[in-house]
């Protein structure tokens, strides 16, 4: 049974930094990563590692966030720098297994950036 537990939200003021962390369990994952849902909007990918370390994100974030992960410990980590008002969204940590096309999602982390 797979899943996702995430940890690490929070509110935290403008230009502060936080770091979300994600243990997934009970399978072997080629993608990990990182979406958000602001309300009213789309859920909207944040970052992505392969298993290679390969790393894809968002224009929004590039310079601010930097994903990670350790594939013996299968965690996967964001840290967020920089942060900004519109960073504010719940975060959401997601697998896709190895091989197949299905992707798994965690409970989501409530982060709000605010003075």
């Known amino acids: 049974q797979v899943q996702l537990v995430e940890s690490g939200g929070g509110l935290v003021q403008p230009g502060g930094s936080l770091r979300l962390s994600c243990a997934a369990s009970?399978?072997?994952?080629?993608?990990l990563g990182w979406y958000r849902q602001a309300p009213g909007k789309q859920r909207e990918l944040v970052a992505e590692?392969?298993?290679?370390?390969?790393?894809t994100s968002a224009n929004s974030v590039k310079g601010r966030f930097t994903i990670s992960r350790d594939n013996a410990e299968n965690t996967v980590a964001l840290q967020m720098n920089s942060l900004k008002p519109e960073d504010t969204a719940v975060y959401y940590c997601?697998?896709?297994?190895?091989?197949?096309?299905?992707?798994?999602w965690g409970q989501g982390t409530q982060v709000t950036v605010s003075s």
């Open positions: 009970g399978s072997i994952f080629s993608i």
């Open positions: 590692i392969t298993s290679t370390g390969r790393t």
């Open positions: 997601s697998a896709v297994l190895r091989g197949k096309p299905i992707q798994y």
